[in-house]
């Protein structure tokens, strides 16, 4: 049986409700550990169950789902500044794991030069 991540996804979300209504948690808390968990449950996913070209989105979406959890939890400029680390963060690893492509020109003379005349 292999696990998805949708269902994983509706366990983050699904869980801490039941808390909340069982009254361990306040309202707040709860969607902290929403985020939280959406967050780290999507970083797990970008490592364990998505191929290697869909990973960078997992990995951007679970650092800022899971500094957005920070909002419910922290005063908001504390929050916000978290948010913006985990996008530079997130555009620092797009561009330290970015394959470096050849620009189609270069491309397209290198065709020309090997092909015979």
């Given at each position: 049986m292999k696990l998805a991540y949708g269902e994983g996804a509706l366990v983050a979300i699904l869980a801490p409700f039941v808390v909340y209504l069982i009254g361990k948690i306040n309202l707040n808390?709860?969607?902290?550990?929403?985020?939280?968990?959406?967050?780290?449950?999507?970083?797990?996913?970008?490592?364990?169950?998505?191929?290697?070209?869909?990973?960078?989105?997992?990995?951007?979406?679970?650092?800022?789902?899971?500094?957005?959890?920070?909002?419910?939890?922290?005063?908001?400029?504390?929050?916000v500044a978290l948010i913006i680390l985990a996008i530079i963060a997130s555009l620092l690893i797009n561009v330290a794991t970015r394959k470096s492509q050849p620009k189609t020109s270069q491309v397209k003379m290198d065709q020309n030069k090997s092909s015979p005349a």
């Open positions: 808390e709860t969607f902290f550990l929403v985020f939280a968990l959406l967050g780290i449950w999507t970083l797990v996913s970008a490592f364990a169950l998505v191929t290697q070209q869909d990973k960078f989105p997992y990995i951007a979406w679970g650092l800022v789902l899971a500094s957005f959890s920070s909002v419910f939890i922290t005063q908001i400029q504390y929050a």
